[in-house]
């Protein structure tokens, strides 16, 4: 192995090591934001623009995400993308750039005031609050049941540093999966849905991730299928997309869950 070799592993390990630690930032500063608290700028800070204009500028900075999200994450873009970068570093690079898309949108997000509900009862504010911090431990914890380090890019870094071949995830039936076919997409509709308080900025943004949410699972299924063939379909028909116990399990013992997300 040359000297310029190992200097190119190092760089891409870095790279993906900052890549997540930026990532860690922005998680963090995500709850805040939704969650209206410790944070410069929130979901809900006091409105600067007019209606209009603030709904506008928040559809353009939610439409920005979204297409960055679902663009990079589909095969031809990786695979043009893996021409112009190493291809350990490109799961790191969408990262990256997912994170880029939701700092711009913290940071020119406009609040635009006006309440669609607010809950004044005590018993009832707890509980929501508790379903809000659900919905972020469990987008959490899911990352981890299916392999946090490869979701993030660490795997394929550290991988490629140590110079070892990358191999795919195999299926698994890691806890809810068994029952829910996207329980990390359950925890983000938590985590934006549940609050005691919710404003016209907060309505708009929990019904476009919503809605974001519905329309990307159609293309992230699709790729599983053409990635896992059979497997993904018998699992696809066996278990619900997000209620647990809604549909019946039809060839069960056979279908095993898919344990990546685009």
Known sequence: MT?????????????????YFLFVATYLYAIGFVGNFLVPKSIDSTPEAPLSRALLLNAVLLGIFALQHSIMARPGF?????????KAAERSTYVLFSNLALILLFWQWQPMGGTVWNVENETLRIVLYSLFAFGWVTVLVTSFLINHFDLFGLRQVWLYLRGETYTQLKFGTPGPYKHIRHPL???WLFAFWATPTMTAAHLFFAVATTAYILIAIRYEERD???????AYEQYRESVPMFIPFTRKTKNRTEA?????VA
């Open 78 to 86: 990786k695979r043009i993308l893996i021409k112009l970068i190493p």
């Open 224 to 230: 599983l299928i053409s990635e896992h063939g059979n």
């Open 185 to 187: 997409y359950v925890g």
């Open 3 to 19: 000297k310029d070799d190992i200097s190119k592993r190092i760089i891409v390990f870095v790279y993906g090591v900052c890549s």
């Open 256 to 260: 095993k869950t898919v344990d990546t």
